[in-house]
Structure formats: structure tokens, C-alpha cells
């Protein structure tokens, strides 16, 4: 069974620029979440979808973050302007449904705003 | 709110000696309480999982963990650490309430020595 996918891996942008992921989840799971994990810190829920709607995104700062997931799959991660408190690795999970007890973490992406 | 909280920023033991990484958490409801493990440059794996029972859950790579509801602890234990066990470790609660929200601590570091 393939993992979940994301990228890029890395990433290197100037504060103010904007940046996308993108996350494909483990096939059949319609319950897909993105968190940041800023360097020393746990993961921290940024937002959860249940197939294309969203169940929880109260902790994303929609000032500047946007995420979709249009058809119930993929989803991409937007931050637009980035900022320097923005560095952190980006990870996307996916679970069977709202009620499974495992996520199942991608690699994540790991951006730096400089 | 749920919290939880690991106190050891990092853990050091030499291989072959048992190995404990402590863990407490705070939640309004029945806990539901995971232990991941992240190695250099990857996503979050599971490890093992108390939802209800015993009290002493058995996981992956011969790692275990006890559920203290007295002392709202969720200890990972392994009885002889190796080398290829040095990794960040993260305590994780689900309160059913919050739908299924993970709550991260903040890691704990194991190295263990040869």
C-alpha cells in the first residue's frame, strides 16, 4: 500500500512570496489533515478536511493560509505572503475516516523563509 | 482543552539497558492516547495505541507503553534499547469530544549509545 505523498520535500522561499503543497493521501482515506511542526515542537493541527468539506480549522491563520481539497483527494497547503515565523515542515496525514484511531504521516515538507 | 505534556527533552541510555520516555496528559473525557516515532528527514510512524483495556499496550519494534489513569501517565517503555531506537518521540492524546484531534507533546529525543 502506497504512503501518503507529498511535496516538494524542500523548500526556500523570501518572506512575502507565496508557496503551495501539495499532499495525496493513502487511497480510500477520506479524512486528510495538515499540520505544522515548527523546529523543537510537536505537530500542530493547522486543518482537517472530511472528504472535500472541512471538519476543523480553527488553529490556520487564514489571513494568510488557504487549503482545499476540491475533489475529496489531493489537497494542496497555501501561504500567501509567507512570513519568517512560517519556517517549519509541513505535514499532511490521512485516516480510514473521522473516526480511525491511526493517522498515517507523509514525509512533509520542509520550508525555510528567509 | 487537552494537553499533554513530555518533560524530557532528551533521553540518553546505552544499548541493551531499558529505556522509558514519560509522557503525562489532561483531557475533559476518555483519553485516547499514541506514541509516533520520527526519524531524520521522515514523517511520523505509529507505534502503538491505548484506546480502552489493559492497561499495558504492546507496539511496534518491541516497544510498550502503560496506561496510569490515576496518574494521567502514558509511559513508553522498551526493555533493551538498540541503536537504531535513537529517533524524536511524540505523545499524542485524541479526546473523543474534539472529533478526531490529535494533541502533540513536544518530543523527546532518545539516544541511545553503543
Same mark, same amino acid.
Given at each position: ?11 526556500? =522561499?523570501?518572506?512575502?512570496? &507565496? #508557496? ?5 493521501? =493513502? ?6 489533515? $495538515?499540520?505544522?511542526?515548527?523546529? +523543537? ?5 493547522? =486543518? ?38 512560517? &519556517? ?6 490521512? &485516516?480510514?475516516?473521522? +473516526?480511525?484511531?491511526?493517522?498515517? *504521516? ?9 | 482543552?487537552?494537553? !499533554? ?20 496528559? /489532561? !483531557?475533559? %473525557?476518555?483519553?485516547?492516547? *499514541? $506514541?509516533? #516515532? ?12 491505548? =484506546? ?6 504492546? %507496539? ?22 538498540? !541503536? /537504531?531506537?535513537?529517533?524524536?518521540? *511524540? ?15 513536544? +518530543?523527546?529525543?532518545?539516544? #541511545?549509545?553503543?
Amino acid at each position: 500500500e502506497a504512503g501518503v505523498a507529498q511535496s516538494p520535500r524542500y523548500k526556500i =522561499i523570501e518572506k512575502r512570496q &507565496s #508557496v503551495a503543497f501539495w499532499c495525496n493521501p =493513502i487511497s480510500g482515506h477520506a479524512t486528510l489533515y $495538515w499540520y505544522q511542526q515548527i523546529l +523543537g515542537q510537536g505537530p500542530k493541527l493547522l =486543518i482537517q478536511f472530511q472528504n472535500n468539506g472541512v471538519v476543523d480549522d480553527s488553529q490556520l491563520p487564514k489571513d494568510r493560509f488557504s487549503a482545499e481539497r476540491l475533489k475529496g483527494v489531493d489537497s494542496t497547503l497555501k501561504i500567501q505572503p509567507a512570513k519568517l515565523e512560517d &519556517s517549519a515542515v509541513y505535514l499532511c496525514a490521512s &485516516s480510514l475516516d473521522r +473516526g480511525s484511531h491511526e493517522q498515517y *504521516f507523509g514525509p512533509g515538507t520542509r520550508l525555510t523563509v528567509t | 482543552a487537552q494537553s !499533554v505534556a513530555q518533560p524530557e527533552d532528551q533521553v540518553n541510555v546505552a544499548e541493551g539497558n531499558p529505556l522509558t520516555v514519560k509522557c503525562t496528559y /489532561s !483531557v475533559s %473525557g476518555n483519553p485516547y492516547l *499514541f $506514541w509516533y #516515532v520520527q526519524y531524520p528527514n521522515r514523517g511520523l510512524q505509529f507505534l502503538l495505541k491505548y =484506546i480502552t483495556g489493559d492497561n499495558l499496550v504492546k %507496539g511496534s519494534y518491541g516497544f510498550e507503553a502503560e496506561f496510569n489513569k490515576s496518574q494521567t501517565s502514558f509511559h513508553l517503555k522498551k526493555p533493551s534499547a538498540l !541503536v /537504531s531506537d535513537s529517533a524524536l518521540y *511524540f505523545c499524542a492524546v485524541r479526546d473523543n469530544a474534539a472529533g478526531n484531534k490529535l494533541t502533540f507533546g513536544g +518530543g523527546t529525543r532518545v539516544l #541511545v549509545k553503543p
